[in-house]
Nanobody, 127 residues
Framework: QVQLVESGGGLVQAGGSLRLSCAAS????????WGWFRQAPGKEREFVAA????????YYADSVKGRFTISREYAKNTVYLQMNSLKPEDTAVYYC????????????????????WGQGTQVTVSS
């Protein structure tokens, strides 16, 4: 079993920054893909960013490209999401997710391709 625990959410003014963390415990993987998703009230959960085993193969939603950076720290089994130039429309509950294996096409954008999820952390950006 795998447990994912997010942290780092909070309230920030527009233009500010936050760094989210997602720490994993439990089963180890030889290859994996991590994703960050977010869900605003009344909306579906949407893809934000993904990172593969190499740490250099990253993907971003167009809405966050150039402002958010996903990274991973192998020694701590942790993935980060650095969020800069935050906007009110970034307000949402942010979830990290993980699955075994490598990328397969663009399935990293789909919630159903991930096996493990964290509990979510609230990010609120005030205008």
């Amino acid at each position: 079993q795998v447990q994912l625990v997010e942290s780092g959410g909070g309230l920030v003014q527009a233009g500010g920054s936050l760094r989210l963390s997602c720490a994993a415990s439990g089963r180890a993987f030889s290859l994996d893909v991590w994703g960050w998703f977010r869900q605003a009230p009344g909306k579906e959960r949407e893809f934000v960013a993904a990172i593969g085993w190499s740490g250099t193969d990253t993907y971003y939603a167009d809405s966050v490209k150039g402002r958010f950076t996903i990274s991973r720290e192998y020694a701590k089994n942790t993935v980060y999401l650095q969020m800069n130039s935050l906007k009110p429309e970034d307000t949402a509950v942010y979830y990290c997710a993980r699955r075994a294996g490598d990328y397969s096409g663009s399935d990293y954008r789909q919630t159903e391709s991930y096996d493990y999820w964290g509990q979510g952390t609230q990010v609120t950006v005030s205008s």
